[in-house]
């Protein structure tokens, strides 16, 4: 296996690793490592992701309830 270092823009560095964590041959070694590199804006997105994907498990197991969009938006008045 070969390694390569890759310099990536800031503002596209999400974009960057989505697309390489598709790839089923590539291995992205010390996540937490790349995690620690991330401005606090970026860190603070990727944790929202990572808590929507984990909630969105949840409702799919139904062990999170939702309520409709509506109700949402009536509580807002």
Do not use: C, Y
């Not at 590199?37 to 939702?66: C, H, I, P, R, Y």
């Amino acid at each position: 296996m070969k390694k390569i270092i890759i310099n990536v823009p800031d503002h596209q560095f999400t974009s960057f690793m989505q697309m390489m964590n598709t790839l089923d041959f590539v291995q992205i070694e010390n996540q937490d490592q790349l995690e620690n590199s991330l401005t606090d804006e970026q860190k603070k997105a990727w944790e929202n992701v990572k808590m929507e994907f984990k909630s969105q498990g949840l409702v799919e197991d139904d062990e999170e309830k939702t309520r409709p969009v509506e109700a949402l938006l009536n509580g807002l008045d």
